[in-house]
């Protein structure tokens, strides 16, 4: 199996396409141009294509076809997006591109071609409270949420992965601590739990999710701080494949925070906090769960870090240069 790694680089306009070798080192594979300041990238569900968001205008998403061999990006095609996106992700059928965005305070649906390539034209764009920052389906594709920062609100939707149409679920939403500033959210991989990575309080929030009426319920909050930082930026969070520890990256003090998870309950018990790359905006964790990768906005750099099974400890195994204030980090097993 070869494992290969995506990172968008907002500053250089382009993404760095890296192999991870078995014992954790990296090495360059392409650095395929996008143009434009590139963030947010997701990978389909049949790994054959990647998608990334440009958010300086004009607003859009840019389609790559994976070369299932190498890994490397073949452009396809630009289509446009109705707002500039925050972040991108597909349904589980690969059918529908899902975008959030931020300042436009909106979240919007696109069709995918059988080619891979996004239809210009929404199935659908619904206005959110402010600052829409992420948006997943749960695992049957039947339910859709997205994470509004500015309103402290995660969106609950009703979808039909036929047509690609939501509407509100009842209730519509679930509110977050004030102030919490939802940002990116997750399902557990056994699909009964949801975590969230608040950006403005410098916290991870839990939630039991009701597969039967597609419904969240608030479980537990626990900081992702360190010692000494009072002024939280929180940023991304992921799983291991498994679903037995988290990761959840904090730019402010450059830290990334582990948890262990009660696959029972969902609780989160803390594991202690790894110092890594200047400014963590982007991480992500290859699809065997041994290693895990944070990439510095502000270093210009990734690392890969080995994860402990057992203690869930991060060590540095390799640290590489990138393109300018990498932001988003994707695998892929080919």
């Given at each position: 199996m070869t494992v290969v790694t995506y990172?968008?680089?907002?500053?250089?306009?382009?993404?760095?396409?890296?192999?991870?070798?078995?014992?954790?080192?990296?090495?360059?594979?392409?650095?395929?141009?996008?143009?434009?300041?590139?963030?947010?990238?997701?990978?389909?569900?049949?790994?054959?294509?990647?998608?990334?968001?440009?958010?300086?205008?004009?607003?859009?998403?840019?389609?790559?076809?994976?070369?299932?061999?190498?890994g490397e990006l073949r452009r396809q095609s630009t289509v446009p997006l109705p707002e500039n996106t925050a972040y991108l992700s597909t349904d589980h059928g690969g059918r529908y591109l899902l975008a959030a965005s931020y300042t436009g305070n909106a979240i919007s649906i696109n069709a995918i071609g059988a080619d891979g390539i996004v239809v210009a034209d929404p199935t659908a764009v619904l206005a959110t409270p402010p600052h829409a920052h992420s948006i997943i389906t749960d695992p049957s594709d039947r339910y859709l949420f997205a994470a509004a920062l500015g309103g402290d609100a995660l969106l609950q939707y009703l979808f039909d992965p036929r047509t690609g149409r939501v509407v509100p679920n009842s209730p519509a939403f679930v509110a977050t601590k004030?102030?919490?500033?939802?940002?990116?959210?997750?399902?557990?991989?056994?699909?009964?739990?949801?975590?969230?990575?608040?950006?403005?309080?410098?916290?991870?929030?839990?939630?039991?999710?009701?597969?039967s009426t597609g419904h969240l319920t608030p479980l537990d909050i626990v900081s992702v701080l360190p010692e000494g930082i009072g002024d939280p930026w929180t940023a991304e969070l992921k799983l291991t494949p498994d679903g037995r520890l988290l990761y959840v990256s904090e730019r402010r003090s450059s830290t990334i925070a582990g948890f262990r998870v009660d696959p029972g309950t969902g609780a989160l018990t803390p594991l202690g906090h790894t110092a890594t790359e200047n400014c963590p905006r982007g991480m992500g964790i290859d699809p065997t769960g041994r290693y895990l990768l944070a990439a510095g906005e502000q270093s210009h750099a990734v690392t890969a870090y080995a994860i402990d099974p057992e203690t869930g400890a991060l060590t540095a195994v390799d640290r590489r240069p990138v393109g300018r204030n990498p932001n988003w980090v994707e695998f892929v097993a080919l």
């Amino acid at each position: 199996m070869t494992v290969v790694t995506y990172v968008s680089n907002a500053g250089s306009g382009d993404i760095s396409v890296l192999r991870l070798s078995a014992d954790g080192t990296l090495s360059s594979v392409q650095t395929a141009a996008v143009g434009g300041t590139v963030m947010p990238l997701t990978v389909g569900p049949g790994r054959r294509h990647l998608y990334a968001s440009v958010r300086s205008a004009p607003w859009s998403v840019v389609c790559f076809e994976i070369d299932s061999s190498t890994g490397e990006l073949r452009r396809q095609s630009t289509v446009p997006l109705p707002e500039n996106t925050a972040y991108l992700s597909t349904d589980h059928g690969g059918r529908y591109l899902l975008a959030a965005s931020y300042t436009g305070n909106a979240i919007s649906i696109n069709a995918i071609g059988a080619d891979g390539i996004v239809v210009a034209d929404p199935t659908a764009v619904l206005a959110t409270p402010p600052h829409a920052h992420s948006i997943i389906t749960d695992p049957s594709d039947r339910y859709l949420f997205a994470a509004a920062l500015g309103g402290d609100a995660l969106l609950q939707y009703l979808f039909d992965p036929r047509t690609g149409r939501v509407v509100p679920n009842s209730p519509a939403f679930v509110a977050t601590k004030p102030g919490a500033g939802p940002r990116h959210l997750m399902f557990h991989p056994q699909g009964h739990f949801v975590y969230v990575a608040n950006e403005l309080d410098g916290t991870v929030g839990s939630y039991e999710f009701d597969s039967s009426t597609g419904h969240l319920t608030p479980l537990d909050i626990v900081s992702v701080l360190p010692e000494g930082i009072g002024d939280p930026w929180t940023a991304e969070l992921k799983l291991t494949p498994d679903g037995r520890l988290l990761y959840v990256s904090e730019r402010r003090s450059s830290t990334i925070a582990g948890f262990r998870v009660d696959p029972g309950t969902g609780a989160l018990t803390p594991l202690g906090h790894t110092a890594t790359e200047n400014c963590p905006r982007g991480m992500g964790i290859d699809p065997t769960g041994r290693y895990l990768l944070a990439a510095g906005e502000q270093s210009h750099a990734v690392t890969a870090y080995a994860i402990d099974p057992e203690t869930g400890a991060l060590t540095a195994v390799d640290r590489r240069p990138v393109g300018r204030n990498p932001n988003w980090v994707e695998f892929v097993a080919l």
